[in-house]
T-cell receptor, first 116, second 117 residues
Framework: NAGVTQTPKFQVLKTGQSMTLQCAQD?????MSWYRQDPGMGLRLIHY???????DQGEVPNGYNVSRSTTEDFPLRLLSAAPSQTSVYFC???????????????FGNGTRLTVT | TQLLEQSPQFLSIQEGENLTVYCNSS?????LQWYRQEPGEGPVLLVT?????EVKKLKRLTFQFGDARKDSSLHITAAQPGDTGLYLC?????????????????FGQGTILTVHP
């Protein structure tokens, strides 16, 4: 029962470097999303996807790209890392049955990213 | 973006005490979820409340959804050290918001609870 798997668990980048945070789920959930968690600010939505080939922006999308080529995978790309992107990143998935609007999120264990 | 105000931000109590965490908004929601997060892990769902005035119990935890579906509370009776963690409330977009709502939960700032033995 893997659920939502995120890799890596920790990453240190220098300003300007790029990287991809990986996320995979094995629950056949249609919806996947990326959040960042900063002290005192809860979790803020970066990007989300309602199915393969469909993505949209959340509350704080700048500096991040996503794609959804399969139901299982939803990678998050940082094109040119900045210190403001230092955060803990969580990937989450949810199902649509019986009530997609109120479906709970299933989270991975996060990636702690530091940009120096 | 609707705002979910959670209070208090920090709670430090002794084992056996009772506590209440509040989650308030000016928006009306179709539901509200409560999550608990431990260090190094992702949030885990505790409960979803859907009906105005609804009360749900999970052992020593009691969750209530306001009659107007704008607020919720989490009450813990006789807290134990194992209750220590970050508690988060979350809600989907308000009922009058356009566009898709799936997977687009908004979270409160969280309440960090520490229960001392």
């Amino acid at each position: 029962n893997a659920g939502v798997t995120q890799t890596p668990k920790f990453q240190v980048l220098k300003t300007g470097q790029s990287m991809t945070l990986q996320c995979a789920q094995d629950m056949n959930h249609e919806y996947m999303s990326w959040y960042r968690q900063d002290p005192g600010m809860g979790l803020r939505l970066i990007h989300y996807s309602v199915g393969a080939g469909i993505t949209d922006q959340g509350e704080v999308p700048n500096g991040y790209n996503v794609s959804r080529s399969t139901t299982e995978d939803f990678p998050l790309r940082l094109l040119s890392a900045a210190p403001s992107q230092t955060s803990v990143y969580f990937c989450a998935s949810s199902h649509t049955i019986p009530d997609g609007r109120n479906s709970p999120l299933h989270f991975g264990n996060g990636t702690r990213l530091t940009v120096t | 973006t609707q705002l979910l105000e959670q209070s208090p931000q920090f709670l430090s109590i002794q084992e056996g005490e009772n506590l209440t965490v509040y989650c308030n908004s000016s928006s009306v929601f179709s539901s509200l979820q409560w999550y608990r997060q431990e260090p190094g892990e992702g949030p885990v769902l505790l409960v979803t409340v859907v009906t105005g005035g609804e009360v749900k119990k999970l052992k020593r935890l009691t969750f209530q959804f306001g009659d107007a579906r704008k607020d919720s509370s989490l009450h813990i009776t006789a807290a134990q050290p194992g209750d220590t963690g970050l508690y988060l409330c979350a809600a989907p977009p308000p009922l009058n918001a356009g566009g898709t709502s799936y997977g687009k939960l908004t979270f409160g700032q969280g309440t960090i609870l520490t229960v001392h033995p």
